[in-house]
Structure formats: structure tokens, C-alpha cells
């Protein structure tokens, strides 16, 4: 892994053994590059159609930084 891949994973790999439950959070928040407004939206869509199909929760944190 390189450093920078390390370092984002303190942001983006939270493991918790005791929370059985699935979970999908879509985090958008400016550390990495995720292209232009209409892409976000795009795999928003996506994924919240993937969660809703598997009966899994669906959570958005999206932060515009800049």
C-alpha cells in the first residue's frame, strides 16, 4: 500500500466486530477525486437501487469541501 492509500484508510475502513448489521454509507467528501456533480448523483442512484434490492440500509455522507 502507499502512503497515501494508508493514510485514507483511517477515513474510510471503520470495522466493528460488534455490529452485526450491513451497512452501505456512500462517502463522498473531498479526499479523493470523485469527478463532476452528475457522476455523484449517478452512483448515488446505483447504489441506493443495489441496497434497496438486497434489503441492505443506505446512508449518503456527502460534504462539498471546496
Given at each position: 500500500?502507499?502512503?497515501?492509500?494508508?493514510?485514507?484508510?483511517?477515513?474510510?475502513?471503520?470495522?466493528?466486530?460488534?455490529?452485526k448489521?450491513?451497512n452501505?454509507?456512500l462517502?463522498?467528501?473531498?479526499?479523493?477525486?470523485?469527478?463532476?456533480?452528475?457522476?455523484?448523483?449517478k452512483?448515488a442512484?446505483?447504489?441506493?437501487?443495489?441496497?434497496?434490492?438486497?434489503?441492505?440500509?443506505?446512508?449518503?455522507?456527502?460534504?462539498?469541501?471546496?
Amino acid at each position: 500500500l502507499t502512503y497515501k492509500k494508508i493514510q485514507l484508510l483511517q477515513y474510510y475502513l471503520k470495522i466493528n466486530s460488534l455490529d452485526k448489521k450491513r451497512n452501505c454509507v456512500l462517502k463522498i467528501d473531498g479526499r479523493v477525486n470523485h469527478g463532476g456533480l452528475c457522476d455523484r448523483l449517478k452512483s448515488a442512484v446505483v447504489i441506493y437501487a443495489i441496497c434497496k434490492a438486497n434489503k441492505i440500509p443506505f446512508k449518503i455522507y456527502f460534504i462539498s469541501s471546496k
